[in-house]
Every structure is written in structure tokens, then in C-alpha cells.
């Protein structure tokens, strides 16, 4: 069964730093573009950062480019999201998400990870 399981979320003050990882079972891990999203209370999910199977990265929203990282280590199975200069609107439920390069049937969610950005 596959899993993505996200860690490092937290309580952080306004102008601090967090950096969440992602673990999963993916084999190959190298064939999924990894991306993580995230889901604010009242609203919907939405999508923060990806990075390909090449290794091409790309921040989708404008609210955090400039402040957030997303790299991945094929070797750990993982990805990471670097998330800087953190704002209390940046307060969510961060998930993980994996999908196939090729086949995107195979497409799977971690549980998500809690950041509460406050003083």
C-alpha cells in the first residue's frame, strides 16, 4: 500500500521558518512529480509547489514565491518544502501529493500536516 506520510508542521510565529518533508513508499519515487498543497479553513485546497520528475520546480501561488522552496531526494524518497518569512495567512493544512509522470492514474495524498502561523 502506498503511503505519503508529512511531517515538520507546527506552531511558528509570524516571520519565521518551517520546513516540511515528505516520505513515501513510491517505487519508482524518481517517476512521480511531487507537489504539495494546501487547505485553509473555509477554503479549498490549493496548489503550492511542484517539482517534476527532472527536477523542474515551479511555485504556483503568487503569495509565497520568493518565500518557499520544494526539492526532493529521489535516494530518501522525499520531498521537501521549505516555507520562509511565514505570514498568519499561510496557516494551513499542508498535504503532500504524488502523481505518476506517465500514468496519472496513479495518484496518492498524505494525511496533511498542520501549520499555524501566530504570535
Known amino acids: 500500500q502506498v503511503q505519503l506520510v508529512e511531517s515538520g508542521g507546527g506552531l511558528v510565529q509570524p516571520g519565521g521558518s518551517l520546513r516540511l518533508s515528505c516520505a513515501g513508499n513510491?517505487?519508482?519515487?524518481?517517476?512521480?512529480?511531487m507537489s504539495w498543497h494546501r487547505q485553509a479553513p473555509g477554503k479549498e485546497r490549493e496548489l503550492v509547489a511542484e517539482?517534476?520528475?527532472?527536477?523542474?520546480?515551479?511555485v504556483q501561488l503568487h503569495s509565497l514565491k520568493g518565500r518557499v522552496t520544494i526539492s526532493r531526494d529521489n535516494a530518501k524518497k522525499a520531498s521537501y518544502l521549505q516555507m520562509n518569512t511565514l505570514k498568519p495567512d499561510d496557516t494551513a493544512v499542508y498535504y503532500c501529493?504524488?502523481?505518476?509522470?506517465?500514468?496519472?492514474?496513479?495518484?496518492?495524498w498524505g494525511q496533511g500536516t498542520q501549520v499555524t502561523v501566530s504570535s
Open positions: 517539482i517534476t520528475v527532472f527536477g523542474v520546480t515551479s
Open positions: 501529493h504524488a502523481q505518476h509522470w506517465k500514468n496519472v492514474g496513479l495518484d496518492y
Open positions: 513510491l517505487n519508482p519515487f524518481s517517476s512521480y512529480t
